[in-house]
């Protein structure tokens, strides 16, 4: 049974960088999609990339062109390089996979195996 477990998370000032790990265990993440989802307090869960078993690449509209995942299969880890953090960006992050094939289209919205979120908070 796959099991995904978050790291990275932390306090950042506006305009810094924080580097988020998921790491598998369990199993070997070659053939699992993986999608990074956060939620907020009082806020909607909201997608925030997820990259395919094919390394095919999706980023919600908020963080395109600051965020940027990666997989390493070798080290059974993605990651998500978060870059010019914004307060807007505070959320408990956490990471997904899921074999289903066009999973990456809707990941954050059916969501069956998950971790136990890291916080990131972006404040000055």
Request: aromatic share 10%; glycine share 10%; hydrophobic share 30%.
């Amino acid at each position: 049974q796959l099991q995904l477990a978050e790291s990275g998370g932390g306090l950042v000032q506006p305009g810094g960088s924080l580097r988020l790990s998921c790491v598998a265990s369990g199993d070997t993440l070659n053939s699992y999609h993986i999608g990074w989802f956060r939620q907020a307090p009082g806020k909607e869960r909201e997608g925030v990339s997820c990259i395919t078993s094919d390394s095919i690449i999706r980023y919600g509209v908020s963080v395109r062109g600051r965020f940027n995942i990666s997989r390493d299969n070798a080290e059974n880890t993605v990651y998500l390089q978060m870059n010019s953090l914004k307060p807007e960006d505070t959320a408990t992050y956490f990471c997904a996979a899921d074999r289903r094939p066009t999973w990456c289209e809707y990941y954050y919205r059916s969501l069956e195996i998950w971790g136990q979120g890291t916080p990131v908070t972006v404040s000055s």
